[in-house]
């Protein structure tokens, strides 16, 4: 099926439920944004304080209304409560590609296999029922918590794209490009993420 930007897909396991984001989620998000600063220490967009925050769903909101991304929400079952965000952009429906990214957890939600029960839901979504060949990651190359997290789950390193971001500091920033091939998924990668899976 082709995504349909105005459905609101919700993907859902025994451990998180990621829906669409919305206005609304301010609140939800909102104590990550003032207490957190740190989480957006790679992040070409930041959220940092309630106007940070505004402005972040606002973005990404208004590419969703352009049919250019689709942001969700992430909440923990475990803990029952928001801990993060994360979407779908760069999204190629002629070549059955897009991109995962923008993804951030509040620090004690790290670690947590949280991310692993996300990715395994968003790539199981993109593969098998929008028929999504190629998905792809990318970082700040001295990310290296994020590079260590894409690696586990069974993304192969393709290169480095260079100078080709402005941090929020100003300096220019190396991204790391990873993927999954649809063909990688369904002959391990799906099973090896089922595996890994922490309830």
Same mark, same amino acid.
């Given at each position: 099926?082709?995504?349909?930007?105005?459905?609101?897909?919700? +993907?859902?396991?025994? %451990?998180?439920?990621?829906? @669409?984001?919305? /206005?609304?989620? +301010?609140?939800? +998000?909102? @104590?990550?944004?003032?207490?957190? @600063?740190?989480?957006?220490?790679?992040?070409?967009?930041?959220?940092?304080? *309630?106007? $940070? =925050?505004?402005?972040?769903? *606002?973005?990404?909101?208004?590419?969703? &209304?352009?049919?250019?991304?689709? @942001?969700?929400?992430?909440?923990?079952?475990?803990?029952?409560?928001?801990? $993060?965000?994360?979407?779908?952009?760069?999204?190629?429906?002629?070549?059955?590609?897009?991109?995962?990214?923008?993804?951030?957890?509040?620090? %004690?939600?790290?670690?947590?296999?949280?991310?692993?029960?996300?990715? /395994?839901?968003?790539?199981?979504?993109? /593969?098998? *029922?929008?028929?999504?060949?190629?998905?792809? /990651?990318?970082?700040?190359?001295?990310?290296? %918590?994020?590079?260590?997290?894409?690696?586990?789950?069974?993304?192969?390193?393709?290169?480095? =794209?260079?100078?080709?971001?402005?941090?929020?500091?100003?300096?220019?920033?190396?991204?790391?490009?990873?993927?999954?091939?649809?063909?990688?998924?369904?002959? $391990? +990668?799906?099973?090896?993420?089922?595996?890994? &899976?922490?309830?």
């Amino acid at each position: 099926m082709n995504l349909q930007f105005n459905e609101n897909y919700i +993907l859902e396991n025994d %451990r998180v439920i990621l829906r @669409p984001l919305n /206005f609304e989620d +301010l609140e939800n +998000l909102l @104590p990550f944004s003032l207490h957190e @600063p740190q989480l957006w220490n790679y992040s070409l967009i930041q959220a940092i304080g *309630k106007e $940070g =925050l505004i402005n972040y769903i *606002k973005l990404a909101i208004e590419a969703k &209304l352009s049919e250019k991304e689709y @942001p969700f929400i992430v909440f923990d079952k475990l803990n029952n409560q928001y801990v $993060g965000s994360t979407r779908f952009y760069d999204i190629q429906l002629n070549n059955k590609s897009l991109q995962i990214g923008y993804t951030w957890y509040g620090q %004690r939600f790290q670690g947590t296999g949280l991310n692993k029960h996300c990715k /395994f839901l968003l790539l199981t979504f993109a /593969f098998e *029922k929008l028929g999504m060949q190629r998905v792809e /990651f990318r970082a700040d190359a001295k990310n290296q %918590r994020s590079i260590l997290a894409m690696k586990s789950i069974g993304c192969k390193v393709e290169g480095i =794209l260079r100078s080709n971001g402005i941090r929020a500091d100003g300096t220019r920033r190396d991204s790391i490009v990873l993927s999954i091939l649809k063909s990688e998924w369904e002959n $391990g +990668l799906k099973d090896l993420l089922t595996s890994q &899976l922490i309830k």
